[in-house]
């Protein structure tokens, strides 16, 4: 069941840097190998190339899949407050911030990990800004959590095209459109009540 906003917590701290280091590993092997590559051309281009990648790495996996390998791993996945994928915004925010608070080169994870520590719902900043929380897969609704948002459900009784995955009834016919917005119809007996 999708948790509601006023009782979402993200996940422990500790955890979270276990997906950190997970990434940041697996991240340092592919955007060193191109900076390896590129320095002997030059050393500030391998350096703008490995952030470039690290951006891009974060951006993109945690926009489209709402995680990253080093959360799937531990478990996690980066959702909105309703529990589903939190979406470009919320990636492009947390991913900027985390040259600050998730920096390797400055203080490492330091800032992120007393930030989530501190905060009653464990958010670090990107995640406050982007209005995101990085939670434990097992406590929402799969597979909705980790699976790219789709564009439209269409009512399986009326085909009326919704965009809101919360809903459980149709607002034009009344139909349930099934478990948690799935577009699935409950019942059989949905499509026979509405004609």
């Known amino acids: 069941m999708t948790t509601p906003s006023s009782e979402l917590v993200g996940a422990p701290a500790g955890r979270r840097y276990g ?16 900076g390896v590559a590129l320095s ?23 926009g489209w899949l709402a995680t990253t390998p080093g ?46 520590t501190l905060t009653k719902r464990n958010q670090r900043l990107g995640d406050m800004l982007g209005g995101a929380f990085v939670v434990d897969v097992a406590d929402l609704d799969l597979p909705d959590a980790v699976e790219p948002r789709p564009t439209v459900v ?7 095209r919704l965009t809101d995955r919360t ?3 149709c607002p034009v016919c009344g139909a349930t459109i099934g478990p948690a917005g799935s577009g699935l119809p409950s019942t059989r007996e949905n499509k026979e009540s509405v004609r």
């Open 40 to 62: 002997p051309v030059s050393e500030n281009l391998a350096a703008l190339v490995f952030v470039t990648l690290c951006f891009i790495y974060y951006y993109l996996l945690e």
């Open 167 to 169: 809903l459980t009834t």
């Open 19 to 34: 997906a950190a280091v997970l990434d940041l590993l697996g991240m340092m092997l592919v955007a060193g190998a191109a």
């Open 154 to 160: 269409e009512c399986p009784a009326c085909g009326e």
């Open 71 to 116: 959360k799937l791993l531990t478990g996690l996945a980066v959702v909105d407050e309703h529990g589903a994928p939190a979406g470009w915004n919320a990636a492009f925010a947390r991913t900027l911030l985390r040259v600050i608070e998730v920096n390797p080169l400055l203080l490492g994870g330091i800032p992120a990990f007393v930030v989530v």
